[in-house]
């Protein structure tokens, strides 16, 4: 008698003590699952942002030590085909990351941010991606600069490239007209190579300064370093002393 007693008071209790009663507590139980699954998709997702950062951090270790290794002398053009740019295994596991990573958002509440075949920043021109700079300084510094980005003072072999980094040149610089590109004849007066030694495929020098005309306001170095003019949408040797805007490049990371 008693057990009936105890049995129908609990059944009493777990039926419905109040009105809605059962409705709380199985709001109660999926709150409770929705909130379990919510953490475990924050963890993996924190542990994926986590191995991402993890791998750029090796990328950035990999990139600094060739440049370490095979930092060029002063005064000679760096051969960005040789600095290890193109980390093939690298960049293939940085896809896959990305394709985790952009999985993983949809089943979470938050928006995941895109991976994008260019550093935030940088503007993509077909399969390459362009800096420019907000700070200005000399030629050779500018170099080292650029390649302390994992990347190169720009080289335009496309009339492409030219006219649309010149607009972007226009837009970004103000009353900058004047970036530098990866452009001189340090090495040899007349012979204008690019930083990776390639030669020149176009040519856009501006004509009506009979450019380039190694200026005797060059000093004894004479003007051995070229600048993109947005303002003449042409190009300029100028002396590499001078103090400019700049404009890197680096190979845009396919995706697809």
Known sequence: MEEREN???????????????????????????????GVECLRSQTALLILIGFLASICANIVLTVLLIGRPVQGAPPDPSSLGFKL????????????????????C????????ECPDGWRQVGDQCYHFSSNKLDWLKSRDSCAEMG???AILHTMEQH????????????FDYHFWIGLSDIEKEGDWRWVDNTTLQYKFWDQWSSEP?????????????????????????VPCEHIYK?????DAIQLN
């Open 7 to 37: 049995y129908s008071s609990l059944q009493e209790f777990t039926e419905e003590p109040t009105p809605g009663g059962n409705r709380l507590i199985l709001e109660h139980s999926d709150g409770s699952q929705g909130l379990k699954r």
């Open 213 to 237: 005309n190694n200026h005797q306001s060059g000093g004894v170095h004479g003007e051995d370093c070229a600048t993109l003019d947005s303002h003449a949408k042409t190009w300029f040797d």
């Open 88 to 107: 093939n295994s690298m960049q293939r596991r940085y896809i896959q990351l990305c394709e985790d990573y952009t999985t993983l958002g949809q089943s």
């Open 151 to 153: 990347s190169h003072l």
């Open 246 to 250: 700049r404009i890197c490049q680096m």
């Open 163 to 174: 006219d649309e980094l010149e607009k972007e040149a226009k837009r970004v610089g103000g």
């Open 109 to 116: 509440s938050k928006t995941v941010k895109q991976c994008s």
